[in-house]
C-alpha cells in the first residue's frame, strides 16, 4: 500500500514495513520526522522519539494535530498516507532542481517503444559514410537507384525481411513438385511433321506461358510499390495544388 512513497523517500524496507507491528510503526514515525518531515525542532522530538513510553500515542495524536493532518490516530493506515504525501512533498520542495527533469518510467518506455518500432526515423541522411553503405547494399542486391536515400534503404529493408529471412530462405528452397500435364490436350497451333518435335514444341510453349504469367506478376507487384510511393502526396494549401 506504501510502497511506492516508501521507496521514492529512500525508505531501508519499502517492501516489508508493516504498519501492524507497534514497535516498527513507532520508529517508522521517528524516522519520518527526522529525516524527511522535520516540522519539530530537532530538542522537541524527543517525546516522539521515546517509542517505549506508555504515552507515546497521546505524544504521536498530538503530532499529527501539529501537522494539520485531518485523520485522527486511530486511523493508522490513512495517517501514514497522508503523513507520506506530505514527506514526499517536502522532499521535492527541498530538491526542486534534482527532481525537475526527471521523467517518468511510463514515458521513458513509450518513447523507446517508438524508437524501435520506427529504427530509421534518427538516421541522419545526408551522412556520406551512410549514403555509400546504402548505395553499395542496393547495388549488392540489385535494387534501383532513388534519389531519396531513405526511400532505398527501406526498399532494403523490405527486400532483407521478404526474401533473406530464414522462413524465406527455406520457403525458396523447398523443391516444388510439378502437376502432370497431359499434352495431348494442348493445341500446338502448327505441325513440324514431326510427333517427337511436335512434342518438344508443346513443352517450350508451356514453360514460356509459365514464365510470362511469373514476368506479369512481378510488373504486378512494382506498379503497387510505385503506387505506394506516389499515392501520398503532400498538400500545400498555399499554392492551390497537390503533389511532392
Not at 50 to 59: A, L, R, T, V, Y
Not at 160 to 185: I, M, S, Y
Not at 188 to 198: M, S
Request: hydrophobic share 40%; net charge negative.
Amino acid at each position: 500500500m506504501f510502497r511506492r512513497k516508501l521507496t521514492a523517500l529512500d525508505y531501508h524496507n519499502p517492501a516489508g514495513f508493516n504498519c501492524k507491528d507497534e514497535t516498527e510503526f513507532r520508529n517508522f514515525i521517528v524516522w519520518l520526522e527526522d529525516q524527511k518531515i522535520r516540522h519539530y525542532k530537532i530538542e522537541d522530538r524527543g517525546n516522539l522519539r521515546n517509542i517505549h513510553s506508555s504515552d507515546w500515542p497521546k505524544f504521536f495524536e498530538k503530532y499529527l494535530r501539529d501537522v494539520n493532518c485531518p485523520f485522527k490516530i486511530q486511523d493508522r493506515q490513512e495517517a501514514i498516507d497522508w503523513l507520506l504525501g506530505l514527506a514526499v512533498r517536502l522532499e521535492y520542495g527541498d530538491n526542486a532542481e534534482k527532481y525537475k527533469d526527471l521523467v517518468p518510467d511510463n514515458t521513458k518506455n513509450a518513447d523507446n517503444a517508438a524508437k524501435n518500432a520506427e529504427p530509421l526515423i534518427n538516421l541522419d541522411v545526408n551522412n556520406p559514410d551512410f549514403k555509400a553503405g546504402v548505395m553499395a547494399l542496393a547495388n549488392l542486391l540489385q535494387i534501383q537507384r532513388h534519389d531519396d536515400y531513405l526511400v532505398m534503404l527501406k526498399a532494403i529493408r523490405i527486400l532483407v525481411q521478404e526474401r533473406l529471412t530464414q522462413d524465406a530462405v527455406a520457403k525458396a528452397n523447398q523443391t516444388k513438385e510439378g502437376l502432370p500435364v497431359a499434352l495431348d490436350k494442348h493445341i500446338l497451333g502448327f505441325d513440324t511433321g514431326d510427333a517427337v518435335l511436335n512434342e518438344a514444341a508443346q513443352i517450350l510453349r508451356l514453360l514460356h506461358i509459365e514464365e510470362l504469367r511469373e514476368l506479369q506478376t512481378k510488373i504486378n507487384e512494382a506498379i503497387v510499390a510505385v503506387q505506394a510511393i506516389i499515392a501520398d502526396p503532400k498538400t500545400d494549401h498555399r499554392l492551390g495544388k497537390v503533389g511532392r
